[in-house]
């Protein structure tokens, strides 16, 4: 069993510790003590330049809700063409509505300027009330995965959903567990989940990634 690890990065020098650490995909970032915004552009070439695996870019204007105007979303389409652009393998997003349910209709917008396939929705889905329903809007709207920590604090709070979640979409949408993802736990989320990536945060600490890969390595 191959488990993929997504390192979220928000500079060079985490970007470089995760590739170290053994991670397979990047999540880059800036500012991911909010959980994250768009990088720089300057800041995409860099990190380029310098590793040679998949790297998936935020698109998010600011942190806070995931409910956002017009005038966001025209930045949002701008942002996912410059990273595009550049090079990324694709995009990290997340829209609501009011009612924090998936906004259908925005989300449409910026996931045909990415293509779905290059489209992961972000955390924002664990504000959902119904994951279930999120997870079946999603498969509607072609996206590629979904980071979600089960809508718990963490993703070994959540396995339980997680398992669900799995179950519901089969391979029609992929689960990446996110949300305290350690070495100590990451086996018990995989095994009682049956999720096959997850997500973890790097912060220049290529040791942590190379234990939590370590850990799943050897399932």
Do not use: W
Not at 8 to 19: G, N
Not at 21 to 40: F, H, Q, S
Not at 82 to 94: E, K, P, Q, S
Not at 148 to 164: M, Q, R
């Amino acid at each position: 069993m191959t488990i993929l690890l997504e390192a979220a990065v928000d500079s060079l020098d985490d970007a470089i510790a995760a590739v170290d650490g053994g991670a397979d995909r990047l999540e880059l970032c800036a500012n991911l003590d909010v959980g994250g915004t768009t990088p720089a552009q300057s800041l995409i070439e860099q990190v380029r330049r310098r590793v040679q695996i998949p790297v998936f870019a935020m698109i998010r204007p600011r942190g806070g809700s995931f409910v956002y105007s017009d005038a966001e979303i025209d930045r949002m389409r701008r942002d996912i063409e410059m990273a595009l652009d550049l090079g990324v393998a694709g995009v990290v997003l997340g829209v609501l509505d009011s009612s924090n349910a998936v906004d259908v209709q925005r989300s449409r917008s910026l996931i045909g300027v990415a293509g779905g396939a290059r489209v992961t929705f972000h955390r924002a889905f664990d504000r959902t009330p119904d994951p279930i329903a999120a997870a079946d809007t999603l498969v509607s709207l072609g996206v590629s995965r979904v980071l979600t920590s089960g809508g718990a604090a963490s993703a070994i709070d959540g396995a339980d959903v997680l398992a669900l979640l799995v179950s519901r979409v089969g391979d029609r949408l992929g689960i990446l567990a996110g949300g305290g993802v350690r070495a100590n736990n990451v086996r018990d989320i995989v095994r009682r989940s049956g999720v096959r990536e997850v997500h973890a945060r790097c912060e220049r600490d290529a040791g942590r990634i190379r234990q939590i890969k370590a850990a799943v390595v050897s399932m």
